[in-house]
């Protein structure tokens, strides 16, 4: 692994020497993130005994996260960012709702309309400005005064720069959800806007794609109301176990505050250079739009699908790990690159002409010999920049929680 560079925008691959350490009798134990009173104990179907303090823990991360992004509560109970969409929705939503969602054409995720459909949601989406790269704001405002969604849900997991979708915080009746997967550290970081300035209701985010913590995701509410509680109780009864020794790790990664600001602008710099310099050797990579905050994430446009797949697979043999993949706006095929795990391990601005000279070397030369030994010395020079790096990490071989 550590003669691989991780180019692909939702992996974060740290090493090991910079995971949180937790102890090891956190995993797997069943707790509750609620603090409760004897008598709601006494009242409760089931407790297991010596969980007090890892409840009182729970919250304490949960406040430090909602204070971090402006909410007014947080849970981390979900597994993951499609966990959390599937509970999240379980828990808010009825059959026979409407949700206005983002088309997988404007960066959508995947399997979002095929989640919503499964719950029994009618899903509208955005309107599309190809041209533009954008959603058609003035259309979808349209489309919603003539169908009005209960729900407003953006999963944007595609996306050059941070897209302004301000305008459709307010047209849901019942609520409007943001997924800030892809940007959750520069969210924190203050480099891209906070969904809940735009008038947001929920934020759903993992943390282990462009945040770099463990396989985990959050739930978070700018009001701690009604309808946040009703949420609460519905994530109680779908998820038994949500893994505290990951809720641990997550609140310890949180805690690296200058850290985390100094990777956020790292990874959008480190991006934006890498773009120009492919560009600039002549690889057909797609500018993105200017005015508003760029991404990590790069698109590279091929003329067709074979040459898109073998360039990635002349990338992958050079153990420099891409994403191959049908491009958003009608682009057709091509590669998504993102440099949140490279810039984790110490990919700097610095050694984007290298890293550029060598993507496009690749591409016009293939997988050559000499090609190989170049790309995997690159990756195991940045590998070994973040196993030397004299930086605060964690404090070694501490335990948190149970002792």
């Known amino acids: 692994m550590r003669s691989s560079l991780f180019l692909n925008p939702v992996e974060n691959v740290p090493p090991t020497e910079d995971i949180a350490v937790v102890s090891s ?192 995701a959050l739930i978070a509410s700018v009001r701690d109301d009604r309808q946040w509680r009703s949420i609460l109780s519905g994530i109680s009864t779908y998820v038994s176990n949500f893994h505290v020794a990951s809720t641990y790790a997550a609140g310890l990664t949180l805690a690296r505050t200058d850290w985390l600001a100094s990777y956020s602008r790292r990874m959008l710099d480190v991006a934006v250079a890498l773009e120009v310099a492919l560009e600039e050797s002549g690889v057909p990579v797609v500018r993105r739009s200017v005015g508003l905050p760029p991404t990590h994430h790069l698109w590279i446009r091929e003329r067709d699908r074979e040459s898109a797949f073998t360039f990635y697979e002349n990338l992958e043999a050079c153990r420099i790990m891409t994403n191959y993949r049908t491009l958003p706006y009608g682009l057709g095929h091509g590669l998504r690159l993102g440099v949140s795990a490279a810039v984790r391990l110490g990919l700097e601005e610095a050694d984007v002409p290298e890293l550029a000279e060598l993507i496009t070397a690749v591409r016009r030369e293939g997988a050559t010999p000499v090609l190989e030994r170049q790309a995997r010395a690159f990756s195991r020079d940045i590998w070994q920049r973040a196993l030397s790096s004299q930086a605060p990490v964690y404090p070694p071989n501490s335990s948190y929680g149970l002792a």
Request: aromatic residues 8%; negative net charge.
């Open 25 to 216: 009798l956190l995993h797997g134990l069943y707790t509750s993130d609620k603090e409760r009173a004897r008598e709601q104990r006494l009242s409760a179907p089931i407790q297991f005994a010596g969980r007090t303090d890892l409840e009182r823990d729970s919250r304490e991360i949960y406040d430090a996260w909602a204070a971090a992004l402006g909410a007014a509560d947080v849970t981390l109970r979900v597994l993951s960012g499609l966990h959390a969409h599937i509970v999240l929705f379980m828990a808010m939503a009825r059959p026979g709702q409407r949700v206005l969602l983002l088309p997988i054409a404007a960066g959508g995720h995947l399997a979002g309309r095929a989640i919503q459909e499964r719950l029994g949601l009618e899903v509208i989406e955005m309107v599309v400005d190809e041209e533009r790269m954008c959603v058609d704001m003035a259309a979808t405002l349209e489309l919603c005064a003539e169908q009005q969604p209960d729900f407003v849900f953006v999963d944007r997991s595609e996306g050059l720069v941070f897209e302004d979708f301000s305008p459709l915080a307010e047209v849901a009746r019942e609520c409007s959800v943001f997924d800030g997967s892809q940007y959750l550290t520069n969210i924190l970081a203050g480099d891209h806007p906070n969904p809940f300035g735009w008038g947001y209701d929920l934020l759903v985010a993992s943390v282990h794609k462009n945040f770099p913590g463990p396989q985990k």
